[in-house]
C-alpha cells in the first residue's frame, strides 16, 4: 500500500458537503445500535472521538451524556465541526499522534476514521496510541466499512462504476461514491477485512470483546437496497489485555 494515500476529507469542498450530513439511509445502521453497546459496554463519560470530522459523532456521543472531545487531521473537517457547534472541543491531530488530550477515557470512539488510514504500520500505530488513552476498563469501539460494502449498490452509496473492488484484498485501494452529499466524486478507502482487523488488533495487545454487523429491518421507513442482507458496517468493541 503507497503511503501517497490521501485522506479525501482533507478537501475543503468535500468536508462542507460531509458537514451537512446527518445519519440518512445506510449511515444510520452505523449509528441504529450504539446506544445499546453504550450501555452495556461503557462505564464513565469521558470519551474521545477519534477522527471526528465535521463533529457528527462528537455531537452524538453528547447527546448519549458523553463529555466528548473530537479530534482530526483534517483542517477542513475541524472548520465545519467549529461552525456548527462553536461549543463543542475540538483539537488537531497530525500524522505523527493525536492532539493533547486529558485522558484516561472511559470510551475512545473511531467511526469510518481507519477505512481512511492507508497502512498497517499506521493503524497499528494509531490503535497503540487510542490503547495508551483508555481507562483501566475503557472500551474503543470502531465503526469501520464491511469488505462488502464495496461491491454492492446501497441507498447511501454506488459501487457499480468500480468492478475492480470485488478483487481488492487487504490494504488495496477501494473506491465508494457517497449518494446522501451533492460532491460524489467517488471516495478512495482502503480494504480491511474482519480477519486483518483482529491480527492488528492482537498486535497492539486489544482484544475483540464485541461484534456487530447491523442489518436493515422492515420497520425502520428506509427502503433498503442490499442492507437488509448484507451489513454495510462492523462495529468492534475492543478492549486492552495485559
Given at each position: 500500500m503507497e503511503s501517497s494515500f490521501k485522506n479525501v476529507y482533507e478537501d475543503e469542498l468535500r468536508a462542507r458537503a460531509y458537514a451537512q450530513l446527518d445519519f440518512?439511509?445506510?449511515?444510520?445502521?452505523?449509528?441504529?445500535?450504539?446506544?445499546?453497546l453504550f450501555e452495556?459496554?461503557?462505564?464513565?463519560?469521558?470519551?474521545?472521538?477519534?477522527?471526528?470530522?465535521?463533529?457528527?459523532?462528537?455531537?452524538?456521543?453528547?447527546?448519549?451524556?458523553?463529555?466528548?472531545v473530537g479530534v482530526d487531521i483534517a483542517p477542513a473537517?475541524?472548520?465545519q465541526a467549529c461552525t456548527i457547534d462553536p461549543t463543542g472541543d475540538y483539537r488537531l491531530a497530525t500524522t505523527e499522534g493525536p492532539a493533547v488530550l486529558e485522558g484516561p477515557f472511559d470510551l475512545i470512539f473511531a467511526a469510518f476514521t481507519f477505512d481512511n488510514i492507508p497502512t498497517d504500520p499506521a493503524k497499528a500505530s494509531a490503535l497503540r496510541a487510542l490503547r495508551a488513552l483508555?481507562?483501566?476498563?475503557?472500551?474503543?469501539m470502531a465503526v469501520v466499512s464491511s469488505p462488502e460494502i464495496y461491491q454492492h449498490e446501497w441507498v447511501s452509496f454506488s459501487t457499480k462504476a468500480f468492478p475492480?473492488?470485488?478483487?481488492?484484498?487487504?490494504?488495496?485501494?477501494?473506491r465508494i461514491v457517497m449518494l446522501d452529499v451533492p460532491d460524489q466524486r467517488p471516495v478512495e478507502d482502503v480494504m480491511c477485512s474482519d480477519a486483518?482487523?483482529?491480527e492488528l488488533f492482537t498486535t497492539v495487545r486489544l482484544e475483540v470483546v464485541?461484534?456487530?454487523?447491523?442489518?436493515?429491518?422492515?420497520?425502520?421507513?428506509?427502503e433498503w437496497v442490499t442492507e437488509a442482507r448484507v451489513a454495510p458496517w462492523s462495529i468492534y468493541v475492543l478492549g486492552a489485555t495485559c
Amino acid at each position: 500500500m503507497e503511503s501517497s494515500f490521501k485522506n479525501v476529507y482533507e478537501d475543503e469542498l468535500r468536508a462542507r458537503a460531509y458537514a451537512q450530513l446527518d445519519f440518512p439511509g445506510t449511515y444510520h445502521l452505523a449509528f441504529r445500535d450504539l446506544p445499546g453497546l453504550f450501555e452495556k459496554h461503557v462505564r464513565g463519560t469521558n470519551a474521545l472521538d477519534f477522527g471526528c470530522g465535521a463533529g457528527r459523532s462528537t455531537r452524538f456521543l453528547r447527546r448519549f451524556g458523553f463529555k466528548a472531545v473530537g479530534v482530526d487531521i483534517a483542517p477542513a473537517m475541524l472548520q465545519q465541526a467549529c461552525t456548527i457547534d462553536p461549543t463543542g472541543d475540538y483539537r488537531l491531530a497530525t500524522t505523527e499522534g493525536p492532539a493533547v488530550l486529558e485522558g484516561p477515557f472511559d470510551l475512545i470512539f473511531a467511526a469510518f476514521t481507519f477505512d481512511n488510514i492507508p497502512t498497517d504500520p499506521a493503524k497499528a500505530s494509531a490503535l497503540r496510541a487510542l490503547r495508551a488513552l483508555l481507562s483501566s476498563a475503557g472500551r474503543v469501539m470502531a465503526v469501520v466499512s464491511s469488505p462488502e460494502i464495496y461491491q454492492h449498490e446501497w441507498v447511501s452509496f454506488s459501487t457499480k462504476a468500480f468492478p475492480q473492488n470485488r478483487h481488492a484484498h487487504d490494504g488495496d485501494r477501494v473506491r465508494i461514491v457517497m449518494l446522501d452529499v451533492p460532491d460524489q466524486r467517488p471516495v478512495e478507502d482502503v480494504m480491511c477485512s474482519d480477519a486483518h482487523y483482529r491480527e492488528l488488533f492482537t498486535t497492539v495487545r486489544l482484544e475483540v470483546v464485541e461484534l456487530l454487523r447491523p442489518l436493515g429491518t422492515s420497520g425502520e421507513g428506509i427502503e433498503w437496497v442490499t442492507e437488509a442482507r448484507v451489513a454495510p458496517w462492523s462495529i468492534y468493541v475492543l478492549g486492552a489485555t495485559c
